[in-house]
């Protein structure tokens, strides 16, 4: 009996994720904050650039805040990540 309840919840729970995306305006201040004291923002334009997807930009980002000692959560992770695919990758 309690499995019929723990159906509906799990469910209702996923229709919830959307509801819990990226924050692009949270990772322009973190970008703008660690990011920068690397590079401006001619490495995200320049034609010839490494990223060709929003995975390999996520792992960008993530070898980028390990390199720097940032210790960041997933959600910043992804936070940072939004913000530069809306800014400037717009990878799909």
Request: aromatic share 8%; charged share 20%.
């Amino acid at each position: 009996m309690k499995l019929s309840y723990t159906l509906p919840t799990l469910l209702l729970s996923l229709v919830a994720l959307p509801a819990m995306a990226a924050d692009p305006e949270a990772g322009h201040t973190l970008v703008h904050k660690h990011c920068t004291s690397c590079h401006h923002n001619e490495v995200y334009t320049r034609p010839n650039r490494r990223v060709q997807d929003l995975t390999q930009l996520r792992t960008q980002v993530r070898r980028c805040e390990l390199s720097l000692g940032l210790k960041w959560f997933d959600n910043e992770i992804d936070n940072a990540t939004a913000y530069l695919n809306q800014n400037y990758y717009k990878f799909e």
